[in-house]
């Protein structure tokens, strides 16, 4: 009798720890980070000139980056890795460790940390594979590593939700830098073949946008049916915060077809979003 006690009592704590965790993940997937600045980064010199290397990560994305997948979405061949560039990368990302973005104008300040937040997840990556998908790094109550303290800058301690909501996001108030940073997904915007530069950002943001707007990942519509990209309801506020403002967005980057469907349409928007690994 004891046994069959203890056996059930374990089966509804397991059930109940399942359904726990079930709402734990409904609620964070849902609750995406609000944009609000980290006072500390706000500062630049825009008298300054001078540039920041990106040429380590440019080399470890010519050599692991498949950009030209049928699919249409970028892989990272995180299998083949070699230690030495794994080592590579990690010195890429200690040398921005060590520059103070401050110093830097602000458009050098940009390109810093879109490369820094996407260089430090696919290094995550790295530190857990093989794994399935990258939310499968948070602990249990965390759904993905977006608040793990992953670097300090200039005694600074920071996240990734740190790098894209608390400096990205409300220093730039730029919505197409969702469509710069890599959360290591098939259904997020492409990780860029090309390591942002002060010169490029803005003609890379242009085009990462235009391949995601024109990919079925990023809109799909069907009669009078359209399903988006889960970015579009997470960070609603940042393309004017209504289905109409977001239809206005999407135009900006639709090619003709989409263009047409875009501009007829009046139906009902779902939305839906692939975590599963960028992995060939």
């Given amino acids: 009798m004891l046994n069959w006690q203890k056996n059930n009592l374990t089966v509804v704590f397991s059930a109940l720890l399942l359904v726990l965790s ?19 980064w706000d500062e630049s010199d825009e008298e ?10 440019q080399t470890v994305l010519d050599t692991y980056l498949v950009s030209n997948h049928p699919s249409g979405i970028n892989r990272f061949n995180y299998k083949a890795v070699s230690k030495a560039d794994k080592s590579a ?7 921005l460790k ?29 530190d857990n594979y093989p794994v399935k998908s990258i939310t499968k790094l948070g602990g249990f109550f965390s759904f993905g590593p977006w608040d793990k303290e992953i670097i300090t800058i200039e005694g600074e301690t920071l996240t990734l939700n740190n790098i894209e909501h608390g400096i990205l996001r409300p220093i730039w108030k730029d919505n197409r830098i969702h469509y710069a940073v890599n959360c290591a997904s ?4 492409n990780l860029s073949a090309t390591a942002f530069t002060a010169e490029n950002t803005e003609a890379l943001l242009d085009q990462s946008a235009k391949d995601y707007v024109n990919h079925t990942r990023g809109v799909k519509i069907e009669g009078d049916k359209m399903q988006v990209s889960s970015i579009y309801e997470w960070y609603k506020v940042d393309f004017g915060g209504t289905d109409a403002s977001l239809i206005e967005h999407l135009k900006l980057y639709a090619e003709p077809q989409l263009q047409e469907k875009l501009n007829s349409f009046s139906g009902k928007i ?8 960028n992995q060939p």
């Fill in 22 to 40: 079930s709402l734990i993940l409904s609620v964070n997937v849902h609750a995406a980070p609000t944009s609000e600045l980290i006072d500390f």
């Fill in 89 to 95: 990368l990690e010195s890429y990302i200690s040398d």
């Fill in 270 to 277: 779902t939305d839906s979003y692939d975590w599963s690994l």
């Fill in 98 to 126: 060590n520059t103070d973005p401050r110093e830097y104008n602000l458009a050098e300040q940009k390109a810093y940390w879109i490369n820094l937040y996407n260089a430090l997840t696919v290094n995550l990556i790295l």
């Fill in 186 to 189: 098939m259904g997020c915007p």
């Fill in 48 to 57: 300054n000139t001078n540039t920041i290397d990106h040429s380590k990560w």
